[in-house]
């Protein structure tokens, strides 16, 4: 089991920025990827920025250039570097980790990001 815990969520106007913390209560040693996803209202759930073990990263093209993904392995944490936001980044963001092998998925409770005009 790896608990994750989110902090740093909030209300933001447009072209500013927020940094979203996630910690793991367990060694990354067994996580192969940390991800940020979000979900906004009436839509699924959606992969954001994934930091890889092997030291690979992604973005979704809506947020590559404005969003970055840094992953503490000593610290157990994983942020989410968010800057020129935008109304439509408005949703809950949710940390996710990955183990090695059996590739299970633990999810944090979620965090909102509300950007308004």
């Known amino acids: 089991q790896v608990q994750l815990v989110e902090s740093g969520g909030g209300s933001v106007q447009a072209g500013g920025s927020l940094t979203l913390s996630c910690e793991a209560s367990r060694s990354t040693r067994i996580i192969d990827a940390m991800a940020w996803y979000r979900q906004a209202p009436g839509r699924q759930r959606e992969l954001v920025a994934r930091?890889?073990?092997?030291?690979?990263?992604y973005y979704s093209d809506s947020v590559r250039g404005r969003f970055f993904i840094s992953r503490d392995n000593a610290k157990k944490t994983v942020r989410l570097q968010m800057n020129h936001l935008k109304v439509e980044d408005t949703a809950v963001y949710y940390c996710?980790?990955?183990?090695?092998?059996?590739?299970?998925?633990?999810w944090g409770q979620g965090t909102q990001v509300t950007v308004s005009s």
């Open positions: 930091s890889g073990r092997d030291g690979s990263f």
């Open positions: 996710n980790a990955r183990t090695i092998g059996v590739a299970d998925d633990y």
